[in-house]
Nanobody, 122 residues
Framework: QVQLVESGGGLVQSGGSLRLSCAAS????????MGWFRQAPGKEREFVAG????????IYADSVKGRFTISRDNAKNTLYLDMSNLKPGDTAVYYC???????????????WGQGTQVTVSS
């Protein structure tokens, strides 16, 4: 069955960096766009970054542009999110998802991972 397993979260000081990973199984990631979302306490889940299947189209939320980089290794069925210059406002549970990209907009599809907690202290 389809599984998405996020890892790499943790506690980091403001200005620090983290790399999140999302290991996908049960499907061929070559055929899907993949994306990262996050949900902070008391807030709705929001889009962070998305990559089309060959990583030639990358989309970012304005709040993370220039600080976060999404990448993927289709041979390993793994999606990454490199986060730098982290801010307390980036504190959230981060989830990966499969979807599609249409006219520079990422559209989520079905499966979600369990999430990985990122906490940025000031």
């Amino acid at each position: 069955q389809v599984q998405l397993v996020e890892s790499g979260g943790g506690l980091v000081q403001s200005g620090g960096s983290l790399r999140l990973s999302c290991a996908a199984s049960g499907f061929n990631a070559d055929y899907f766009a993949m994306g990262w979302f996050r949900q902070a306490p008391g807030k709705e889940r929001e889009f962070v970054a998305g990559s089309n299947s060959n990583a030639r189209k990358l989309i970012y939320a304005d709040s993370v542009k220039g600080r976060f980089t999404i990448s993927r290794d289709n041979a390993k069925n793994t999606l990454y999110l490199d986060m730098s210059n982290l801010k307390p406002g980036d504190t959230a549970v981060y989830y990966c998802n499969r979807g599609y990209i249409d006219e520079n907009t990422y559209h989520q599809l079905d499966y979600w991972g369990q999430g990985t907690q990122v906490t940025v202290s000031s």
